[in-house]
């Protein structure tokens, strides 16, 4: 039974996120002064004190999130702690890279505060929206956008996150016209989402063209370990490959019930999510009960984490 270290995405984000780590412990600290140099600003004091408006804003969560999941994988890896596998949703993917060895930790927080603000320039803020559909068939919410998309609207299912949560994204007209059929149509729910960009939706190809040259300007390295893509929901593991997807990803569907499912015919049966929040662990428990879940985004949790793996032999 393998391990899968998996990174979460925006959403992620709280006031205060990885302060017990940046206090307790000399590698996480090293990495948040290591991101405020490469952004030339403090992600450490936004990360810390908030405010929490400011740290929504996309072009500051991706770093934050990506510098709280690396200060804690780092001491998960001085504490002896290995990985067969990896995968992040969205921005978390370049978490897994770091972890990967793939990309630099600097180079992946440089490229990240880039990305959120190529994404916000595609799409102003409140010109886009997103909403999280519950309980109804992939196929059918596809359709549903599909339909709305030929109104001249802009609406797509965008992140396939489980069996009965599936995402949609597009122009704030079109996520509300969508959401508004769907329910009429048998969804259980569906809940704007309060981001400030339509992520992975096609309003953001000129986000991904912005990002293409951007990444140009940044090395990359064959990955030490497997990186399960979300756009191909496939593993990865030469650099041209990485940095091709990288590029496809900003305007493309995530893909993580398929890629989850992937992990596991490959082997993994316990995920082990680093970074603020767990609702990974709960994906993964939807696409497949049997797993083992567990998450590290606070002392406690790391602690306990540690524990069960030493248990379960790993």
């Not at 504490?79 to 993917?93: N, R």
């Not at 919410?141 to 030929?150: G, P, S």
Request: glycine share 8%.
């Amino acid at each position: 039974m393998k391990t899968s270290f998996i990174f979460p995405g925006q959403g992620a984000q709280y006031v205060e996120m990885g302060r017990d780590f940046y206090d307790t412990y000399p590698a996480a600290k090293h990495i948040f002064a290591e991101a405020d140099e490469a952004l030339g600003f403090s992600i450490s004091k936004l990360c810390f004190e908030g405010p929490e408006e400011e740290l929504r804003l996309t072009k500051y969560t991706q770093p934050a999130i990506l510098t709280v999941s690396i200060a804690v994988y780092e001491v998960l890896k001085e504490k002896g702690m290995t990985f067969a596998m990896a995968a992040g949703h969205s921005l978390g993917e370049y978490s897994a890279l770091v972890a990967a060895e793939a990309m630099s930790f600097k180079d992946a927080v440089k490229t990240v505060h880039m990305r959120g603000q190529y994404m916000q320039e595609a799409v102003p803020v409140g010109e886009g929206a997103m909403a999280a559909v519950m309980g109804m068939e992939d196929e059918k919410i596809i359709a549903i956008c599909e339909e709305v998309e030929k109104e001249n609207l802009v609406v797509q299912a965008v992140n396939f996150n489980c069996p009965g949560q599936v995402v949609i994204a597009g122009s704030a007209k079109g996520v509300e016209v969508a959401a508004e059929r769907l329910k009429a149509a048998g969804a259980k729910r569906a809940l704007l989402l309060p981001v400030s960009a339509p992520f992975h939706s096609t309003l953001l190809k000129p986000a991904a063209a912005k990002l293409e040259k951007f990444l140009d300007t940044i090395e990359f390295k064959d990955a030490i370990r497997p990186v399960y893509s979300n756009v191909t929901a496939q593993p990865v593991v030469k650099k041209e490959e990485i940095k091709e997807l990288l590029v496809k990803q900003a305007a493309s569907p995530v893909l993580w019930t398929n890629l989850t499912k992937e992990m596991i015919k490959d082997g993994a049966g316990i995920f082990v999510e680093i970074g603020p929040g767990k609702t990974l662990c709960g994906f993964a428990k939807k696409i497949e009960p049997g797993v083992s879940a567990f998450n590290v985004g606070d002392l406690d949790s790391l602690e306990r984490t540690i524990t069960a793996l030493k248990e379960a032999g790993k």
